[in-house]
Nanobody, 125 residues
């Protein structure tokens, strides 16, 4: 299974951007999909998670009420709608997939087995 992100780019403070992550492969093995981000010199941090079957979501406090994670169940694609972007949101954003058996409410990066290559988001002031 491969995860391919798209949609990154340059946006001004207060602007919006939508990231996409498409999972390709014969089987779709994920129970959850998530977005993480990593800014230069910082550790990778959790952004948002969605359960694939039920669609329940969970967000980091830093993005709650500004970002929305959603999925297209039939196209095996997850989205991250980002609004009211701040300079501190600038980072490389990674899509991740969690397989069944991994702790669903543990949002640490180590619980996600599959990762995309990342898409860069730049926010200008």
């Amino acid at each position: 299974v491969y995860l391919l992100e798209s949609g990154g780019g340059l946006v001004q403070t207060g602007g919006s951007l939508r990231l996409s992550c498409a999972a390709s492969g014969r089987d779709f093995p994920f129970s959850n999909m998530a977005w993480f981000r990593q800014a230069p010199g910082k550790e990778r941090e959790f952004v948002a998670d969605i359960s694939w079957s039920g669609g329940s979501t969970f967000y980091a406090d830093s993005v709650k009420d500004r970002f929305t994670i959603s999925r297209d169940y039939f196209k095996n694609t997850v989205f991250l709608h980002m609004r009211s972007l701040k300079v501190e949101d600038a980072a490389v954003y990674y899509c991740a997939g969690k397989v069944p058996g991994a702790e669903s409410t543990n949002y640490q990066a180590a619980t996600y087995s599959y990762w995309g290559q990342g898409t860069e988001v730049t926010v200008s002031s």
